[in-house]
């Protein structure tokens, strides 16, 4: 499998090598960082003050040449009628996003020992692997511990492992 990471505004290089370096020890796969593009025309939704989630999806898979591609953006982002996503994936599609905007928070996940900066490292990682699992046909887990278990605060994200669980990682062999 090969992963294409579609930087889209800007995004800090640690969070695209941080976002590549958990894709390749999760799934073992080949990686490749695009150079940034713009905010798509027409994502802005100016009632909300938010970016629509779908329209970075379809950028990921249109400047993306991996079989699955992954838009990452500082922009907040919603889908439907959620306040507000990590991240969005299709089931079994070829392209994704993430959104970092609220993964910085003041929260320190309870760990209070770690630093900010490795606290938001962790929750891209996190958040990266997850959507790569959903195009890869993987839904949500019950284990609160797996990387694919449904997490719509930033301490639900910060309770999981940057992992698949045992029953996730045998459904995508």
Known sequence: MHVDI?????????VKREASSGLRSVYDCDVTVHDA???PTGAYDSSREQYRAEEFIDLAKRVGTGSKNIAITPEDLFYHRRNYVFGL???GGSGSVISTYRLRTSSDGGFSNRS??????DRVRTEVVHEIGHTLGLEHCDNKRCVMNFSPTVREVDVKEQTLC???????L
């Open 89 to 91: 994936a299709y089931l």
């Open 166 to 172: 045992g029953s996730c990682q045998r459904d995508i």
């Open 116 to 121: 900010a900066s490795d606290i938001f490292t």
């Open 6 to 14: 579609v930087p889209v505004g800007d995004v800090d290089p640690v």
């Open 37 to 39: 593009e713009r905010v």
